[in-house]
Structures are given as structure tokens and as C-alpha cells.
């Protein structure tokens, strides 16, 4: 008896995160089939107000997401696509709430090579393609940091809230001041 229901919890445990089909986003598969997807679920509605699809849906080549949710302002999603010289072009969203009327409001960027390399080396440096942690979501006080990332098939996404790991903090920092022209609000 003892047997059969370790395979039952072992059966149920798989279930909880379950393979995903052919087309489908690993985003929505995290948000449906896993308890740690109630992390993202703001973030994938944030993405569907914007019209934006997972990086792993709709792939740009090397392609990359920030998005920071501070605890009294606008969540604000930064969009990076990197170009075959290694610059890229950033567009920032300033991301609508329900009650909000009117146009998102849009900043476009190009980024030097010096800037996305700075930017790739720290998300390299904080390990981000091998990271595996989603936080908290927003507290009273606190931010959430969110990171998607695509390269060719390689596909990561990354949630914490305050604090992130070091680099990954410095590179979304660094990124909303590049694309913003301001420090993230708190």
C-alpha cells in the first residue's frame, strides 16, 4: 500500500508542472500547470495589456524583458532587442492599470554594443540563464523584479521581489536609467 501511493504523490507531483505542448509559451504553461506561475500571473497580464507575446512565442533572435513593479508606481516593462551588431533598440511601457484611460505611454531607445554588452555580461554574472526562483510578488514596501530572456532556443524567465540578486539588480537598473533617463521609483 505504502508503494502505491508514493506512485500516486510521485504521478500527482509530475502533474503539477507537466510537459508542455508544441507553441506553448513556457510563461503560460508556469502560470497554468505550477504553483510557482501565481508569481508571473501580473506579468502575463501585464504582457496581454501591452499586446506582447512571451519571448518564446514570438522570438526576435536575442531578445530580452524587464519589468519592474515598484510598490507606489506604475509597473514599467522594458523591451530589448538586440540587433546583429550587438546594439539594440528598447522600448519602454509605462504599463496601463484597469482604471486607466488613453495611450500607453511609449519611450524608444537604441542602445550602443557597449551598453547591451554591459547589460549581457551582468545578467551572465548573476546567472541568469540557470536561475530558478520566483518571489514573493509585491509587498506593502517592496519591488518585484521580473527578466525574460530568449536566445535562439533558449528560453529563461526570472521573478524576485526586493531585493534581487546583485547583478540582476544592477542590470535592470542600469537598463531603466538607459531607457527611462531616471532611477527606478520606489
Not at 507537466?18 to 506579468?43: H, R
Not at 499586446?51 to 531578445?63: K, N, R, T
Not at 510598490?71 to 504599463?95: M, N, Q, W
Not at 509587498?139 to 534581487?164: H, V
Amino acid at each position: 500500500m505504502r508503494a502505491t501511493g508514493l506512485l500516486v504523490a510521485a504521478i500527482f507531483a509530475s502533474s503539477l508542472c507537466a510537459p508542455l505542448s508544441a507553441k506553448e509559451s513556457q510563461l503560460w504553461g508556469l502560470i497554468d500547470n505550477c504553483a510557482e506561475g501565481n508569481f508571473l500571473k501580473d506579468y502575463a497580464t501585464d504582457l496581454k495589456r501591452l499586446g506582447l507575446e512571451p519571448l518564446d512565442i514570438a522570438p526576435h533572435g536575442e531578445s530580452f524583458r524587464f519589468e519592474i513593479v515598484p510598490a507606489f508606481a506604475k509597473h514599467v516593462l522594458i523591451d530589448l532587442v538586440v540587433r546583429p551588431d550587438g546594439s539594440a533598440d528598447a522600448t519602454a511601457y509605462e504599463v496601463p492599470s484597469d482604471s486607466d484611460s488613453g495611450p500607453t505611454k511609449t519611450i524608444h531607445k537604441h542602445l550602443a554594443r557597449r551598453d547591451v554588452q554591459e547589460f549581457q555580461h551582468l545578467l551572465e554574472e548573476g546567472e541568469f540563464w540557470t536561475r530558478y526562483h520566483f518571489g514573493w510578488g509585491p509587498g506593502l514596501d517592496t519591488q518585484e523584479w521580473i527578466f525574460e530572456g530568449s536566445i535562439g532556443n533558449d528560453y529563461q524567465i526570472f521573478s524576485t521581489s526586493d531585493p534581487a540578486p546583485n547583478t540582476l539588480e544592477s542590470a535592470g537598473t542600469m537598463l531603466f536609467h538607459w531607457v527611462m533617463g531616471r532611477d527606478i521609483p520606489r
